[in-house]
T-cell receptor
Framework: GNSVTQMEGPVTLSEEAFLTINCTYT??????LFWYVQYPGEGLQLLLK?????DKGSNKGFEATYRKETTSFHLEKGSVQVSDSAVYFC????????????FGQGTTLQVKP | EAGVAQSPRYKIIEKRQSVAFWCNPI?????LYWYQQILGQGPKLLIQ????????DSQLPKDRFSAERLKGVDSTLKIQPAKLEDSAVYLC???????????FGPGTRLLVL
């Protein structure tokens, strides 16, 4: 079945450090891929998405590239801020599916000043 | 534009009691999802509605969980009787028909003692 695997957290970085959160997936067909973020005390919100191979999603300085050959969608940011501290979820929505999202387990990012 | 509304935000009950959660999706969103998010895990789909019809309830524990969306707008999720393992955050999300981006509510945090 379809699944998403994220790197274990928590990830602790100093402000202005480079961030990578790894995400790999298993899916039939051609899924769309998403990164959702959950800030403390808030609901999940879409950070970025990519709908086909080699697409790059980007938002708020975050980027992720849809790599079909490695079935990956790693999240990157060149310089993190304290305000980026949150839980990040990688997810997929399979083609031909009802649209439901399958999530990874989440990765907690803590950025220290 | 108002977001997805959920209530209550928090609920504490004893095992074997019943509980109900309410969700009001974004106006005009035909598709509504209920997810269960257990601590330390990603959200898992419980049930998906398209207007007032069920699209996918394959992961819903039907012996104790039920959900309805009678008029195709707001929805109620019920647990009866609750078990300790039902302690989780229950998330409601909505999207336009055929849309890929799901908009999440703040969630209801349930603790079963």
């Amino acid at each position: 079945g379809n699944s998403v695997t994220q790197m274990e957290g928590p990830v602790t970085l100093s402000e202005e450090a480079f961030l990578t959160i790894n995400c790999t997936y298993t899916a039939t067909g051609y899924p769309s891929l998403f990164w959702y973020v959950q800030y403390p005390g808030e609901g999940l919100q879409l950070l970025l998405k990519a709908t086909k191979a080699d697409d790059k999603g980007s938002n708020k300085g975050f980027e992720a590239t849809y790599r079909k050959e490695t079935t990956s969608f790693h999240l990157e940011k060149g310089s993190v801020q304290v305000s980026d501290s949150a839980v990040y979820f990688c997810a997929l929505s399979s083609s031909g599916n009802t649209g439901k999202l399958i999530f990874g387990q989440g990765t907690t990012l803590q950025v220290k000043p | 534009e108002a977001g997805v509304a959920q209530s209550p935000r928090y609920k504490i009950i004893e095992k074997r009691q019943s509980v109900a959660f309410w969700c009001n999706p974004i106006s005009g969103h035909a598709t509504l999802y209920w997810y269960q998010q257990i601590l330390g895990q990603g959200p898992k789909l419980l049930i998906q509605f398209q207007n007032n019809g069920v699209v996918d309830d394959s992961q819903l524990p039907k012996d104790r969980f039920s959900a309805e969306r009678l008029k195709g707008v707001d929805s109620t999720l019920k647990i009866q009787p609750a078990k300790l393992e039902d302690s989780a955050v229950y998330l409601c999300a909505s999207t336009i028909s055929g849309g890929e981006t799901q908009y999440f509510g703040p969630g209801t945090r349930l603790l079963v003692l």
